[in-house]
Structures are given as structure tokens and as C-alpha cells.
């Protein structure tokens, strides 16, 4: 029985996909919920699994073509067996016997690699250009011979001394390029920096980390400190918190909060839905289950959906300070940055502390200056006093 194997609901902001990889080809064998192809969308790579267990009798497209939600791109057949490949032929019996005196047969002469004076007049000229050795290029034309197409090859894959590779984009990176420009291009942003002293959420983690870990399975890290810190001071500073749609602001009463996760692809920021009521745990567990389902490709495109706010942390890569870039319709994004010992003068006295620069990049057109500075002190205050922070003061 033959069965289709369709593309996936794609959700109304996703108009079409692209067919990335297909892990199988026609007449391999395959089995129920295996999956046989990547399709990336404009914001994330979804797997499309085997409905069932059989053959794969027909591609309906390659990769790199386009495809559209509930679009056939396969055919399965139910039940089947692959066949297996031909056996080659035995070799003969035996071979009749060799005269008991010849001239020992000559090895034939592998095809020598042409030298520049014998290549095509383009292959030349372009081997030239790029200091290639024509010795160096494996040639696929005839007796051996190196042409053009071999040494534009042999440049892609890093050979010569000036090499360069041409790639199409993916769909991601086009779309992350496409909201930059149109955040770029659409907001009066802005800027505003402030530094905090994190030496007591530095003790809180070694003080109750183990206690953490053994009751929650999970160890506390300081993005829960930050996301906690955010979701209370956006309930201070609604305007921090609202979007853009038309001529329209709309203020949330709630704390969608999006955490930014690098993976090969590009940036991707899964969603905390209503921080303000989850524990220090339920963020920490949220982010982590994100971060391996960024890592093996498994976030979900309603994962990436709405957010009110967005955190980005340059500090695991070691920005010390930078101007994060808002992603519209939001109206906010907090940056921050690696930890660094510093000396501070505290109560008069100069001591050391692991100090951290943190911004808040915001949309002038809804947010003032004063809240969005009122906005960044008040995260410098929770994380200075985490304890007041534990007790919603």
C-alpha cells in the first residue's frame, strides 16, 4: 500500500519551507518514525518522520526546493522490503596457465597531472590568479588532464593560497537578516548601559548550589537571577514591556521573555511564558530543555513564538560590553556580558569585585529615556540584593 508522506502544519507566519537534507533516498528501507528529511523554515529545521515502516518508492523533490505546508514529498511503500544489492560474480575457476617464458607485462602509467604549460587557456589564467599549482589539482578531464572546473574545485576546498567559497544562505540566516534591517530600519533605538556588582548572587550560588542541584535536578546558573530580575522590574516599567503593531502600543500584563540561544544555524530565542510566576527552577529547567533541543534541533516553531522581552548573554563568548540589537515588534532587549574582577570603591574602601556591564537596548518611540533607565537601575538593584529580589521587595 502506498502512503504519502506530507509536510508537516506549518503555522500561519510560516508561509513555506525548504527541504534541507534528505537522510534517505529512493529504495532504502525505512521505519516508522525515522525520519527522512530536514525542512528549514524561516526559524526553525523541522524533522518529518516516517509514517510507517516499508520503502521509500519516490522523492517528490530535492533538496534545496521549496515546499509548502501539507505538500506530498514522498512516496512510501508500505510493507516492502528493500532489495539487496547484486552480489558481484565469482571469479572464474581457474585461469589458464601463463606461457612459461614472457616479457613481463608493463605496468599501465597513471595519467600524469598536466603542468601549466598543457592546461586549457581559462584553467590556466584562473590557476594563475589564485597561485595554484597545477601539480596540486587532482584533473578530471581526459587522459588525466586538469581543467577549469577541476581547479575552481580544488579552490572551494581550501586549496590555494587564496581561497574562497560561495554558499547560499540558509533560511534562518536570511530571516535573521531580514528582521536586523528591519529593526535597524524601523525603531529609534537606543542604548543605555549600567555596571552590577554580582558578588552576592556569586555567593548565593555557592552557598545554596548544592541544595539547588539535589532538589531540582539542575544546577543554578545566573540566568534565572537575570530573567527573574526582568520579569520584576518589567511589571514596574510596562512600557519596557510593550510591542509595536501600526500606529498601536499594546502593554502585556505578563512576562513572555525570550532567551537568546546561538546554535550552528544562527541565533534562534526560544520563549519563557509568564516568568513572573515560575521559580528559579522552572527557569532554569525551561532554559536547559531549550538549549538541547537548540543543539539537537528540536525546537518547535510555537517554542519561538511571541515573547514580550528578550535577554541575550554576549558574556558566554566573552563580549565585555555591546549594543544588543531590539527584535521588533518587542520594544526591549537586555544584554549581558562577561563577568570580570574589577576594582570598586565600596563604602569608601577600593576592593575587587566580579563586576558585569549590562544594557538595555530600547525603542524610542514607546520608551522613554527615564524608564528605560529607571529600568536598567532597578535590574542593578535586584541583582546587588538577591535576597530582596527572593521576596518580591
Do not use: C
Not at 24 to 37: I, M, P, Q, T, Y
Not at 173 to 197: D, G, Y
Not at 244 to 257: K, N, R
Not at 357 to 368: C, G
Amino acid at each position: 500500500m502506498s502512503i504519502e508522506v506530507k509536510v508537516p502544519v506549518l503555522p500561519e507566519s510560516v508561509s513555506d519551507a525548504t527541504i534541507a537534507t534528505w537522510h534517505k533516498k529512493a529504495g532504502d528501507s525505512v521505519r516508522r518514525d525515522e525520519n527522512l528529511l530536514d525542512l528549514e523554515t524561516d526559524k526553525v529545521v523541522l524533522e518529518v518522520p516516517s509514517p510507517v515502516d516499508g520503502v521509500l518508492k519516490e522523492l517528490k523533490f530535492q533538496a534545496g526546493d521549496t515546499v509548502t505546508s501539507q505538500q506530498v514529498v514522498a512516496i512510501i511503500e508500505e510493507g516492502a522490503v528493500a532489495a539487496e544489492p547484486a552480489k558481484a560474480a565469482a571469479p572464474a575457476a581457474a585461469k589458464a596457465e601463463a606461457p612459461a617464458k614472457s616479457e613481463p607485462a608493463k605496468a599501465a602509467a597513471p595519467a600524469a597531472k598536466a603542468g601549466a604549460s598543457e592546461l586549457p587557456p581559462g584553467a590556466a589564467a584562473h590557476a594563475a590568479r589564485n597561485d595554484v599549482n597545477p601539480a596540486d589539482v587532482a584533473g578530471t578531464g581526459r587522459a588525466g588532464r586538469v581543467t577549469k572546473e577541476d581547479v575552481v574545485n580544488h579552490i572551494k576546498v581550501g586549496g590555494g593560497a587564496r581561497p574562497e567559497q560561495r554558499v547560499p544562505m540558509t533560511r534562518i540566516r536570511q530571516r535573521i537578516a531580514e528582521r536586523m534591517m528591519l529593526s535597524k530600519n524601523s525603531i529609534a533605538m537606543l542604548t543605555s548601559f549600567n555596571e552590577v556588582n554580582l558578588s552576592k548572587v556569586m555567593a548565593m550560588r555557592k552557598e545554596l548550589g548544592e541544595g539547588f542541584e539535589k532538589a531540582n535536578g539542575i544546577k543554578l546558573g545566573f540566568m534565572s537571577f537575570f530573567a527573574k530580575a526582568a520579569a520584576n522590574a518589567l511589571q514596574k516599567y510596562p512600557a519596557v514591556n510593550a510591542s509595536v503593531d501600526g500606529t498601536d502600543v499594546i502593554y502585556h500584563g505578563y512576562a513572555d521573555i525570550s532567551i537568546a540561544v546561538a546554535t550552528e544555524k544562527g541565533l534562534v530565542t526560544p520563549v519563557l511564558r509568564n516568568v513572573e510566576n515560575m521559580s528559579f527552577a522552572d527557569i532554569e529547567g525551561s532554559i536547559a530543555g531549550y538549549a538541547k533541543a537548540a543543539r539537537e534541533g528540536g525546537l518547535k516553531l510555537e517554542d519561538l513564538q511571541g515573547g514580550t522581552f528578550t535577554i541575550t548573554n554576549g558574556g558566554t563568548f566573552g563580549s565585555l560590553m555591546s549594543t544588543p540589537i531590539v527584535n521588533p515588534p518587542q520594544s526591549a532587549i537586555l544584554g549581558m556580558h562577561a563577568i570580570k574582577e574589577r576594582p570598586i570603591a565600596d563604602n569608601g574602601q577600593v576592593v575587587i569585585a566580579p563586576m558585569m556591564y549590562i544594557a538595555l537596548s530600547y525603542d524610542h518611540r514607546v520608551i522613554d529615556g527615564k524608564d528605560a533607565v529607571l529600568f536598567l537601575v532597578d535590574i542593578k538593584n535586584q541583582l546587588e540584593n538577591p535576597h530582596r529580589m527572593l521576596l518580591g521587595l
